[in-house]
């Protein structure tokens, strides 16, 4: 019996091959994308050598999201201070597909850890809707115990509990 086409793109997360890094400079060069997730793009030497450090860093998982057999991001969880945290980023040509739910879903499948954290900006409301649909919840009391940031934008905590 054959699947339903919905018409959503095929998602799987694998390993980041050399070649990926080549799109993930671009996705993370585009201003709109730069202005979404607040983080400021990145030279190719910085972008290479950060990818090189977090490939060879066991301790984090990092993989490419893969939509319809092409690269269309990343998606990474690391450690911090006794905490457990993700990130992802998708290009823009994927955007509202459905491409960053799935990612996350599979990624929670891959990793284990809860209570699982990602800070976000109050204004990127694509990435909340990502995260509540997975199940994020905000925390509120994290938040308030958060420092100020420098730059005037306000960071939310979502947090996954177990
Ligand atoms: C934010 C981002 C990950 C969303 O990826 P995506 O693949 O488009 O997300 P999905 O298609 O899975 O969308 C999930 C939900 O968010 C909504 N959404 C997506 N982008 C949105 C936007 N710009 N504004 C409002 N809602 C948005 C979708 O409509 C969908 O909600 P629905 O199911 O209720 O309709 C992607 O835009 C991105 O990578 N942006 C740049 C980097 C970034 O912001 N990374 C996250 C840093 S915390």
Known sequence: MSEIDDGAPVVRLRTIEDGDVDVFFD???????????AFPARDRDRVVAHWARL???????TRTIVADGVVAGNIVSWPDDGKQFLGYWVGREWWGRGVATR???????????????????????????????????RDLEEEAAAPA??????????????
Do not use: W, Y
Request: hydrophobic share 50%; proline share 4%; glycine share 4%.
């Open 27 to 37: 996705h993370q060069a585009d201003p709109l994308a730069v202005e979404m997730a």
């Open 149 to 162: 940031s420098d730059d005037g934008l306000e960071e939310l905590t979502f947090v996954l509990d177990a």
């Open 55 to 61: 490939r060879a860093d066991d301790t984090l998982v």
């Open 103 to 137: 990612a996350l879903a599979l990624l929670l499948d891959e990793v284990p850890v809860r209570p699982l954290r990602a800070h976000v900006v109050a204004h990127n409301f694509g990435s909340i809707r990502v995260l509540e649909k997975c199940g994020f919840r």
